[in-house]
């Protein structure tokens, strides 16, 4: 049996990257020699993540040796391209090279070709997987010791990286590699289950030498042209402090909450036989107006054309050009339409930050929140989410109907602000009310008129700035 061969005596310091920004800030900083271990359930998406490491690395001018005994090369180089990484352009610089070997048992054999293509200065080497070698000498108690060696001085005598793909049979979570472990620097277990009828991908971080380990599982998903993007969304040790207070357009609100911040979380929720979301829409407009605020509005059950459509038609019945109320509307408000339903929760959360990164708005708001009433295991989701835009000075506001009052009551219990609109419908008429509780303030009440009076003042701040326009 023959060990690795001696590839040169000079040992540059080199780092390496995972090709996902987010994963490498959980694991740390890879630094030759190191050895990650991908473990995971068929289709977990092992395969995936080991040919994204190798292509992003590559990349940065590290060649890398892709060993595999199953995967067909044009099967996996089509895959790749559609996730936005095409593998033949790095081979095609010399800068990778892949390797298929036959699922033979003779370990000898294979370890004589693997030494004579990694001579060749490859500085990432990708095993995928060693299932199969350790399978051939699971009966073999020398033999196989023998072989977790050779892996172990592979990546110190090369000075790079090694990444061991490995097998994990179905229900399955026990590694069962023995030694190899324990000699591995990190180790990340791709899982994969059913949720809600839709799929829900995990990936466990078991085993990160030298990183501290604060969050042990983390979602991710595989996008069409992004790649597998790996969902970390911060979890914040202290509550972030509030940002710089702003007056409310309306005064009769302004008498009863005083400022508010920038930053706040504020509910406004109708009764569910309501049409609504109107009055909401044209407050943060006017709101916008007096402070140059940029508003992100993210609807789950109206599209961006409609809502738009819907704040022209309500200025247009005041006599103003369409034009420029379609100006005005448009350099302050940003809509955008999700169907909540395409995603399971953390994939939704994903969707809606990668949003707030595109449009970096100044306050969120999130349109039709009664389609994704939070249910108490997805409570603390929401509560992280709020807490992260709060830490970026982003303002979160929740308009939608009041369908379950627990879930209404739990989502005003972590808010700043709760505007629960109310009504009574007589004979003749309907009667309205807003039930106004805002934090270390006691509850109050505006009355039908006054409502209106604040629908009419937040118009009167947008005819104003539309008549500057025109």
């Known amino acids: 049996m023959q060990g690795v061969r001696h590839v040169s005596s000079h040992f540059e310091e080199k780092t390496f990257t ?89 370990v000898d054999s294979v370890v004589d070709v693997l030494n004579k293509n990694v001579i060749e200065g490859f500085d990432l080497i990708v095993i995928d997987s060693i299932t199969v070698l350790l399978e051939a000498v699971k009966d073999h108690t020398e033999k196989r010791a023998w072989l977790l060696n050779y892996f172990y001085q592979l990546p110190i005598l090369v000075n790079g990286l090694l ?43 078991r085993k990160a030498r030298g990183a501290p380990i604060h969050v042990a599982e ?58 609504y979301g109107e009055r909401a829409l044209i407050m943060l407009l006017a709101q916008a107006i007096k402070y140059n ?42 809509f955008r339409g999700i169907n909540p339903f395409a995603y399971n929760v953390h994939e939704l959360v994903m969707k809606e930050l990668a949003l707030v990164e595109e449009v970096k708005p100044d306050i969120v708001v999130f349109h039709g929140v009664q389609v994704v009433e ?22 979160i506001v929740r308009v939608g109907s009041c369908i379950n009052d627990v879930v209404c009551d739990s989502v005003a219990s972590i808010a700043d602000l709760t505007l629960k609109v109310k009504r009574e419908y007589r004979e003749k008429h309907v009667d309205t009310r807003v039930i106004v509780l805002r934090r270390f303030h006691p509850p109050s009440i505006i009355t039908d008129e006054e409502d209106l009076e604040c629908f009419e003042e937040n118009i009167n701040t947008i005819v104003q700035e539309v008549s500057k326009q025109a």
Request: a neutral charge; charged letters at 25%; aromatic letters at 10%.
């Open 218 to 275: 983390v979602p991710f998903t595989i996008a069409e042209g992004r790649g597998l993007l790996v969902y970390t969304q911060p979890v914040l040790e202290e509550l972030p402090p509030e940002r710089e207070a702003i007056e409310l357009t309306c005064s009769a609100l302004r008498s009863r909450v005083g400022h508010v911040h920038k930053d706040f979380f504020i509910n406004i929720f109708y009764p569910p036989e309501t049409v």
């Open 18 to 106: 995972t090709g996902i920004e987010s994963l490498d800030r959980l694991i740390g900083a890879i630094r030759a020699p190191y050895t990650i271990l991908v473990a995971g359930h068929p289709g977990a998406g092992k395969t995936t993540l080991a040919s994204t490491i190798c292509y992003h690395n590559a990349l940065k001018g590290r060649k890398c040796l892709y060993v595999t005994f199953y995967e067909d090369k044009d099967k996996l180089y089509s895959y790749m391209k559609k996730l936005g990484m095409p593998l033949s352009e790095v081979e095609s610089k010399g800068l990778m090279r892949f390797l298929k070997l036959p699922a033979i048992h003779d």
């Open 374 to 395: 939070v249910p108490i295991y997805h409570f603390k989701e929401l509560y992280k989410q709020v807490l992260y835009l709060k830490s970026r000075g982003i303002g």
């Open 163 to 205: 990444v061991l793909v490995s097998e994990l049979p179905f229900g399955e979570e026990r590694l069962g590699l023995g030694s190899i472990e324990f000699v591995v620097d990190a180790i990340l277990i791709l899982k994969h289950r059913v949720e809600d009828r839709l799929l829900l991908r995990l990936l466990e971080i």
């Open 293 to 334: 605020l940029k508003i992100l509005v993210v609807s789950y059950i109206s599209s961006p054309e409609l809502l738009r459509e819907l704040l022209l038609w309500i200025l247009e019945e005041r006599g103003l050009s369409r034009d420029v109320v379609e100006k005005v509307i448009d350099r302050y408000l940003v």
